[in-house]
T-cell receptor, first 114, second 115 residues
Framework: GNSVTQMEGPVTLSEEAFLTINCTYT??????LFWYVQYPGEGLQLLLK?????DKGSNKGFEATYRKETTSFHLEKGSVQVSDSAVYFC?????????????FGTGTSLTVIP | EAEVAQSPRYKITEKSQAVAFWCDPI?????LYWYRQILGQGPELLVQ????????DSQLPKDRFSAERLKGVDSTLKIQPAELGDSAMYLC?????????????FGNGTRLTVT
């Protein structure tokens, strides 16, 4: 079956530190991969995506590369800011019948301190 | 940018009462999802619609939860009777049908508190 495993948190970093949040997946087919971010009291927002092997998704300084050989999609940012404090979810989707089915990790809470 | 609309934003109800949530997806998005998110956890799929048809409700507690999308556009999720364990965030999302790389677009959710 399909599943996503995320690095457990919480993660606390100082401003301008390097961020890595690990994500690995198991899929039966050829999934698309996503990172979502959730700020307190809000819904999830798409951060970035990659749809095939070796694709790199990027947005707002965040990057993640679709690694089929290691079934991974780790999230990275070179220099975090206080405003990056949020919960981050890794997800995959497959379309066995045309409609997308999504599978989420358990989320990693990030706190950035000044 | 188009958004998924949800209401109400917050709902407080007593156990054994009925409660309903409403969702209007992004125009043109044929696939609609209802998720439940308990604090500190990831979203859990309750029900998935393709147009007006349910395509996955395997995790929906059908003795108390119901969902409909009568005209294939907006949707209502109902809980009757509510229990204390139903306190959670209820998120609606939508995506394009037939587009493998189409992401989920989420609303801001309804925060339900059952007392």
């Amino acid at each position: 079956g399909n599943s996503v495993t995320q690095m457990e948190g919480p993660v606390t970093l100082s401003e301008e530190a390097f961020l890595t949040i690990n994500c690995t997946y198991t899929a039966t087919g050829y999934p698309s991969l996503f990172w979502y971010v959730q700020y307190p009291g809000e819904g999830l927002q798409l951060l970035l995506k990659a749809t095939k092997a070796d694709d790199k998704g990027s947005n707002k300084g965040f990057e993640a590369t679709y690694r089929k050989e290691t079934t991974s999609f780790h999230l990275e940012k070179g220099s975090v800011q206080v405003s990056d404090s949020a919960v981050y979810f890794c997800a995959l989707s497959e379309s066995p019948w045309g409609g997308n089915q999504f599978y989420f990790g358990t989320g990693t809470s990030l706190t950035v301190i000044p | 940018e188009a958004e998924v609309a949800q209401s109400p934003r917050y709902k407080i109800t007593e156990k054994s009462q009925a409660v309903a949530f409403w969702c209007d997806p992004i125009s043109g998005h044929a696939t609609l999802y209802w998720y439940r998110q308990i604090l500190g956890q990831g979203p859990e799929l309750l029900v998935q619609f393709q147009d007006e048809s349910v395509v996955d409700d395997s995790q929906l507690p059908k003795d108390r939860f119901s969902a409909e999308r009568l005209k294939g556009v907006d949707s209502t999720l109902k809980i009757q009777p509510a229990e204390l364990g139903d306190s959670a965030m209820y998120l609606c999302a939508s995506s394009l049908y037939g587009a493998r790389d189409s992401p989920l677009h989420f609303g801001n959710g309804t925060r339900l508190t059952v007392t």
